[in-house]
T-cell receptor, first 112, second 118 residues
Framework: GENVEQHPSTLSVQEGDSAVIKCTYS??????FPWYKQELGKGPQLIID?????GEKKDQRIAVTLNKTAKHFSLHITETQPEDSAVYFC???????????FGSGTRLLVRP | GAVVSQHPSWVICKSGTSVKIECRSL??????MFWYRQFPKQSLMLMAT?????????EQGVEKDKFLINHASLTLSTLTVTSAHPEDSSFYIC??????????????FGPGTRLLVL
């Protein structure tokens, strides 16, 4: 069935260190993989996305990598700052069912 | 760009009443809007998909007679929770998919509506 697994569920890093969040998807037909940041009491905010014809994408301190063969993708945040603290969700778009399937979320805490 | 608004941001109502939540795409037209529900410390659960001018498609387990969706225009979708009960208390979030070439499956989310049913 359609499933996206996300790890870890919580992640605590020191300010300035890097953070990595990993996701695995089940549907090999998935072709679009966005990452969202959700702050407490707010809606998810799209921070970066990648399509299946690209292996890596970078936007300043944020990067996403995609391994289609292994069906996993990762979010990398470098030089973390306290304002990066939030819950991050990965997702995979299912063309077959026309919907986004979300991971379970990672609560990131950046310690000053 | 790509701003989605929701109204109201929070609502408290008595059990048995109906509540309407509006979702608007402010600076783009949306071919499709999605409604999600999120319980505390959990992920987003898709409730239904709505396309402008057609009936919404509901996910398994979501009662279409209880959660009425109307997608009247390319910038507005509404979710009405009918005869709300305490178990309907949750954070309701909409998203909109732009009708722009090349945007593909990109969805932009609203700020959410917190519903508390007493």
């Amino acid at each position: 069935g359609e499933n996206v697994e996300q790890h870890p569920s919580t992640l605590s890093v020191q300010e300035g260190d890097s953070a990595v969040i990993k996701c695995t998807y089940s549907d090999s037909a998935s072709n679009y993989f966005p990452w969202y940041k959700q702050e407490l009491g707010k809606g998810p905010q799209l921070i970066i996305d990648i399509r299946s014809n690209v292996g890596e994408k970078k936007d300043q301190r944020i990067a996403v990598t995609l391994n289609k063969t292994a069906k996993h993708f990762s979010l990398h945040i470098t030089e973390t700052q306290p304002e990066d603290s939030a819950v991050y969700f990965c997702a995979a778009w299912m063309d077959s069912s026309y919907k986004l399937i979300f991971g379970s979320g990672t609560r990131l805490l950046v310690r000053p | 760009g790509a701003v989605v608004s929701q109204h109201p941001s929070w609502v408290i109502c008595k059990s048995g009443t109906s509540v309407k939540i509006e979702c608007r795409s402010l600076d783009f037209q949306a071919t499709t809007m999605f409604w999600y529900r999120q319980f505390p410390k959990q992920s987003l659960m898709l409730m239904a998909t709505s396309n402008e001018g057609s009936k919404a498609t509901y996910e398994q387990g979501v009662e279409k007679d209880k959660f009425l969706i109307n997608h009247a225009s390319l910038t507005l979708s509404t979710l009405t929770v009918t005869s709300a009960h305490p178990e309907d208390s949750s954070f309701y979030i909409c998203s909109a998919r732009p009708r722009l070439a090349g945007k593909g499956e990109t969805q932009y989310f609203g700020p959410g509506t917190r519903l508390l049913v007493l």
